[in-house]
């Protein structure tokens, strides 16, 4: 019978990044097998000709779904799309009204259109950059404080970005994690505290974190 049968896995192509991690909750978070294929940034892994064929913009994260909607592999690349597709294929974390949907929507392209790319231009241009820029380290710094400052106020009024936990929390989750390295203080932010908590809790987004690089493993 077909409910015999093993759910051919997903396969992940992923690295310890925020953008990554988001897609590696949202599989925890939605039970289904997957299979994790490491891509070392470090190494250039992310430019090689098999990668490339399933992420054009050669980037983290990407998956491929045995199982796709004709019943034939989907390659999907950006993690915004990898989650609304996830959402919508299972019907979770993600709503049904048209309303809510907008709602999530929003804030899901919020995060990757905002949070996500300043939070990346900040970390470069304070961690990475081989000279000190203070202008760009200042507008990028100014604008994650109020990206925070939007967020906090957000969820002053409701538990979650789009009320309900989904798609949108799942990926601004593991960026606002990071607001040591982004240079915030989290007591200026009792509700991002309280969300962070809240998510952080979650059994699955454990799991989902907990994936590490294989050079990071322990040698005996």
Known sequence: MLDDLEEEPITLYFWTTPNGFKISIMLEELGVPYEVKFVDLGKGEQFAPEFLAISP??????????????????????????????????????????????????????????????????????????????????????????????????LSARPYLGGAYSIADIASFPWVRTWKTLGQDIAKYPNIARWLGDIGARPAVAKGLALKRPQATVQD
Do not use: C, M
């Open 57 to 154: 913009n050669n980037k983290i994260p990407a998956i491929v779904d045995p199982d796709g909607p004709d019943g034939r592999p989907l390659a999907i690349f950006e993690s915004g799309a990898i989650l609304l597709y996830l959402a919508r294929k299972y019907g979770a974390f993600y709503p049904t009204n048209e309303r809510l949907k907008a709602d999530v929507d929003q804030w899901l392209f919020w995060q990757a259109g905002g949070l996500g790319p300043i939070a990346g231009q900040r970390n470069h241009f304070v961690n990475s950059a081989p000279e000190k820029i203070p202008y760009a380290i200042d507008r990028y710094s100014k604008e994650i404080e109020r990206l925070f400052g939007v967020l906090e106020k957000r």
